[in-house]
């Protein structure tokens, strides 16, 4: 009986070493991940979903460009763009105007943006 179980509480317990295995590094790599940048991500977000009206020559009734960094940070900063997006589907003023609601993914990526202090 004895020479049976030892191998397997050897096992047992290698496995519980390997669990243990934290490095710095791996912490760190999720946090970097976790910035957001309007470069690699807010730009093209609202590239595909608002600049058909909030283009460089703003159309349909747009009243401002959306097309620059600085563009869409006066917009989240002065023209409230994050309550516009997350408003209700088809609630009044929700953007993108006559639209689908953006995923819940991309919202939130615009207001961690906002929180993290608008990275470029
Ligand atoms: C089909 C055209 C169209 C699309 C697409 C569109 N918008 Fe608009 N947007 C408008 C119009 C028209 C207005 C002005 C009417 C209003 O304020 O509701 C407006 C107004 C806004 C305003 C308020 C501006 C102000 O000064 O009050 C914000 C912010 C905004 N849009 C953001 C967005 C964002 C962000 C997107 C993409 C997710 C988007 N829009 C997509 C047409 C559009």
């Known amino acids: 009986m004895k020479t049976k179980l030892f191998p397997v509480i050897c096992i047992l317990f290698l496995l519980l070493l390997s669990c243990t295995n934290y490095s710095e590094s791996d912490l ?3 946090s970097t991940q976790a ?3 309007y470069t690699n991500s807010i730009k093209s977000i609202i590239d595909n979903n608002c600049n058909f009206c909030h283009g460089n ?3 349909n009734g747009a ?3 959306l097309t620059s960094y600085q563009n869409v940070k006066d917009a989240v ?3 409230g763009l994050i309550d516009r997006i997350s408003k209700a589907q088809d609630a009044p ?3 993108p105007y006559g639209g689908t609601r ?4 991309n919202i939130d990526q ?3 943006w906002k929180n993290t202090g608008f990275t470029q």
């Open 28 to 30: 760190m790599d999720s």
């Open 35 to 37: 910035t957001i940048t």
């Open 57 to 59: 020559i703003s159309s």
């Open 63 to 65: 009243p401002m460009s």
């Open 77 to 79: 900063l002065s023209r």
């Open 93 to 95: 003023g929700m953007m």
């Open 102 to 105: 953006l995923p819940q993914s």
């Open 110 to 112: 615009v207001i961690a």
